[in-house]
């Protein structure tokens, strides 16, 4: 059970909301349009959740927001197009590069479930 003390308060709503806009002015750089989306969206989200009294719903809108503004710094690369038809990439500091192990294994393990799949139910999933 939560105490009143513990509870989301609307001050930390409004923390997590000027911390994902502070998020995606970061990320989004000077693509106005991307940031004029975003900051939208993160309103309507926001005003559509402002009457909510379930303390866990709170909590929950509010783990949701950290996540979002986890995503967007760690996992969105902003491409900048060039003059040469080519783009640059804006890797700030807090992205994730990996190796791409995960990927290829994962990718592997799919290619294999799916011919599995395939020759166990016949051509077109057994029909």
Do not use: W
Request: some cysteine; proline content about 2%; hydrophobic content about 30%.
């Amino acid at each position: 059970m939560s105490s009143a003390a513990s509870s989301p308060s609307r001050q930390a709503a409004i923390t997590a909301y000027r911390t994902l806009l502070r998020t995606q002015r970061e990320v989004f750089g000077e693509d106005i349009r991307a940031i004029q989306a975003a900051k939208k969206e993160t309103y309507v989200r926001f005003m559509q959740n402002k009457d909510e009294t379930n303390v866990d719903i709170l909590e929950e809108k509010l783990k949701l927001a950290d996540q979002v503004n986890s995503l967007l710094r760690k996992n969105v690369v902003q491409g900048v197009p060039r003059d040469d038809n080519t783009y640059e990439l804006r890797i700030t500091k807090d992205i994730e590069l990996g190796d791409n192990d995960s990927i290829r294994k994962a990718k592997g393990s799919h290619r294999k479930n799916r011919k599995k799949a395939a020759t166990q139910q016949g051509c077109c999933g057994g029909h």
